[in-house]
């Protein structure tokens, strides 16, 4: 079936096509974010060629073992992240998620590997942040997580228990990535995943796409470019996510 057909195809009750002979009606939408999805209100993405890991290595900035070695090289490189997305705006394409979080009757989940806080800043609710927060501290001694606008470079002390024990609340290399017991249940009941501006090169979010097909979901791809698992995909929309995603949720909410 081509991408066309599978457009004009068999719709559910909620105007979302079922596609390629499947009629199951769907209810649940899990939805992946990744750098792609905020690149167009000017946050870099990691591998581009003028992307993050081109000027910091990741085993320098995003490692536990980094942090130990070097932590001020480490709370220099968040800092500026978080500098960066205080100063970033939500584009189109958060915004027409916020529209599908508002809108959809059905069970939703977006699932964000971005530390930015641009879907909630657009009106998204039903987010999670599986690789941590740019705006958010966390106090290894006390293990309080802080909401952090302001630098970690100069230690400050925890507002909560005294300690200059404050790091950025984000998941490196070699940790585990936040609430994974949520996501595979959501995973696992979601009748259509949707995975939007993400490479597909960083696992466990990487291995989605298999995790939901074994599932029999249906499975869509929202991208600049095929990303690197794109052939696990029902189905591929190539574009900026300011266009492409503010189409499929037009689409979906028909
Ligand atoms: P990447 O930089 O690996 O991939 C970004 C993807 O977005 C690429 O496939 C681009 O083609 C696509 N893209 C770029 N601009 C776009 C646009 N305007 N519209 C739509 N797509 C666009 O970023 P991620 O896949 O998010 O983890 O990276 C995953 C993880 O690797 C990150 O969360 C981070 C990183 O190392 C940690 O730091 C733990």
């Known amino acids: 079936m081509t991408a066309r057909m599978a457009r004009n195809g068999p719709r559910n009750k909620f105007g979302v096509i079922a596609g390629e002979g499947c009629m199951k009606p769907i209810r649940t939408i899990v939805v992946l974010t990744g750098a792609g999805v905020s690149a167009e209100s000017g946050l870099q993405t990691f591998r581009a060629a003028d992307g993050l890991w081109e000027d910091h290595r990741v085993e320098d900035v995003a490692t536990p073992e980094a942090f130990a070695r070097d932590p001020a090289l480490v709370q220099r490189f968040y800092d500026m992240r978080r500098a960066a997305i205080m100063a970033a705006r939500p584009n189109p394409a958060h915004a027409a998620l916020a529209r599908l979080d508002a809108a959809w009757p059905g069970e939703l989940l977006i699932v964000t590997q971005n530390i930015d806080d641009l879907h909630e800043r657009a009106g998204a609710r039903r987010v999670l942040h599986m690789h941590g927060e740019g705006l958010s501290a966390w106090?290894?001694?006390?293990?309080?997580?802080?909401?952090?606008?302001?630098?970690?470079?100069?230690?400050?002390?925890?507002?909560?228990?005294?300690?200059?024990?404050?790091?950025?609340?984000?998941?490196?290399?070699?940790?585990?990535?936040?609430?994974?017991?949520?996501?595979?249940?959501?995973?696992?009941?979601?009748?259509?995943?949707?995975?939007?501006?993400?490479?597909?090169?960083?696992?466990?979010?990487?291995?989605?796409?298999?995790?939901?097909?074994?599932?029999?979901?249906?499975?869509?791809?929202?991208?600049?470019?095929?990303?690197?698992?794109?052939?696990?995909?029902?189905?591929?929309?190539?574009?900026?996510?300011s266009t492409v995603v503010p189409e499929w949720v037009e689409e979906v909410l028909a």
């Open 139 to 241: 106090c290894t001694a006390c293990d309080a997580r802080l909401r952090w606008t302001g630098t970690l470079l100069d230690d400050p002390p925890c507002p909560s228990c005294g300690a200059r024990a404050l790091r950025p609340d984000i998941v490196w290399f070699g940790e585990m990535p936040y609430r994974m017991d949520e996501i595979f249940v959501a995973l696992r009941e979601a009748d259509l995943f949707v995975s939007i501006g993400t490479s597909g090169a960083v696992y466990p979010a990487a291995g989605f796409v298999r995790q939901a097909r074994e599932c029999g979901t249906r499975t869509l791809e929202l991208n600049l470019e095929r990303s690197q698992g794109s052939t696990w995909f029902h189905e591929s929309r190539l574009g900026p996510a």
